[in-house]
């Protein structure tokens, strides 16, 4: 069986500051990890996703997560956060042939 | 290219009534998916079209709830009657399948319901 746990619901962070919003997966075979963000009023965006080939995996917004098979994990990073980063994150595993399955979400704030 | 759009944005009904909300997926897209999402909870899923055949529908709440995905491009989701825990944003999405890899899913904006 496959789920997601995000741990913080909520973050703030100030500007220029590191990023980081954790992920933790179950997945019972090699899953494919995503992150998706969604700003208000729009739906969800992919930022990233690892499909088994490299582990630190680069997107969008100077966005960057790594796969840690050992730590079943799959936190999101990035080094220096922006006022247009203030959003709701979300983590999900996919495993093949199966369904997606989504975080609970984390809610950015970023403080000027 | 269009991406996937949903209607209504938001609508308001009362406990009783029924709502139909429609999804156009990206054209091209075989399977559609219907998530919907509880305020501060996770990003639940629903069901599955693989174009107009119901792959898995495993996650929809009870017989209130109907899908339909006729001649498989848009979709409709019917509540009849809604209740006050229909309440939500309910998200349609779409990929179509790369070989052995599932494909990201591309997210519509969001119906959001309210039953009062």
């Known amino acids: 069986a496959q789920s997601v746990t995000q741990l913080g619901s909520h973050v703030s962070v100030s500007e220029g500051a590191l990023v980081l919003l954790r992920c933790n997966y179950s997945?019972?075979?090699?899953?494919?990890l995503f992150w998706y963000v969604q700003y208000p009023n729009q739906g969800l965006q992919l930022l990233l996703k690892?499909?088994?080939?490299?582990?630190l995996v680069k997107g969008i917004n100077g966005f960057e997560a790594e796969f840690k098979k050992s730590e079943t994990s799959f936190h999101l990073t990035k080094p220096s956060a922006h006022m247009s980063d203030a959003a709701e994150y979300f983590c999900?595993?996919?495993?093949?042939?199966?369904?997606?399955?989504f975080g609970t979400g984390t809610s950015l704030t970023v403080i000027p | 290219e269009a991406g996937v759009t949903q209607f209504p944005s938001h609508s308001v009904i009362e406990k009783g009534q029924t709502v139909t909300l429609r999804c156009d997926p990206i054209?091209?897209?075989?399977?559609l998916y219907w998530y919907r999402r509880v305020m501060g909870k996770e990003i639940k899923f629903l069901l599955h079209?693989?174009?107009?055949?119901?792959?898995?529908e495993s996650g929809m709440p009870n017989n209130r709830f109907l899908a339909e995905r006729t001649g498989g491009t848009y979709s409709t989701l019917k509540v009849q009657p809604a209740e006050l825990e229909d309440s939500g944003v309910y998200f349609c999405?779409?990929?179509?399948?790369?070989?052995?890899?599932?494909?990201?899913?591309?997210f519509g904006e969001g119906s959001r319901l309210t039953v009062l």
């Open positions: 999405a779409s990929r179509q399948r790369l070989g052995n890899y599932p494909g990201e899913l591309f």
């Open positions: 054209s091209g897209h075989d399977n």
């Open positions: 079209f693989v174009k107009e055949s119901k792959q898995d």
């Open positions: 997945s019972s075979v090699p899953p494919y």
């Open positions: 690892y499909t088994s080939a490299a582990t």
């Open positions: 999900a595993v996919s495993e093949p042939g199966n369904q997606f399955y």
